[in-house]
């Protein structure tokens, strides 16, 4: 499962991300995840749920990401829920494109390991392309 939180800065997107972060601690049997590109959440997300801090890895593109995700999926087969705070933030090609060809590849690892995935994007609703959109 793949869901993309997408709004403009200060819509809510991360107070909402904080929120469904605590209700998988609560409600989901699983390791909880959440990345973000800086150490702005420390204090927000429970202690319960594994907080990955971006920038302490050099995340520069999708490639990195994927790569990331598949490393950490292989050391800890007890994930259920990964959070991905700002993906745009995080790689030097912010472009529509990159991000559907990220989720398209998201969702077939999702589907693949049973990892499920909420994202947040920065950027205006209306911007979000059918590729996105069918992640709402």
């Known amino acids: 499962?793949?869901?993309?939180?997408?709004?403009?800065?200060g819509s809510g997107k991360t107070k909402l991300l904080i929120d469904l972060v605590q209700k998988a601690?609560?409600?989901?049997?699983?390791d909880v995840?959440?990345?973000?590109?800086?150490?702005?959440?420390?204090?927000d997300i429970p202690h319960q749920a594994r907080l990955i801090v971006a920038?302490?890895?050099d995340f520069g593109s999708t490639?990195?990401?994927?790569?990331?995700l598949s490393a950490l999926h292989a050391c800890n087969y007890d994930i259920c829920h990964v959070f991905i705070d700002n993906l745009y933030k995080m790689f030097e090609d912010r472009s529509v494109e990159s991000a559907e060809a990220f989720l398209s590849w998201l969702e077939g690892f999702s589907t693949k390991h049973g990892v499920a995935f909420t994202l947040?994007?920065?950027a205006p609703v209306e911007s979000a392309t059918e590729g996105i959109k069918k992640f709402f």
């Open 33 to 43: 995840v959440v990345i973000e590109k800086d150490r702005s959440l420390t204090y």
């Open 25 to 30: 601690l609560d409600g989901e049997q699983g």
């Open 55 to 57: 920038s302490d890895y």
């Open 120 to 122: 947040t994007l920065s």
């Open 63 to 68: 490639e990195y990401m994927k790569g990331f």
């Open 1 to 9: 499962m793949i869901k993309v939180i997408m709004g403009v800065k």
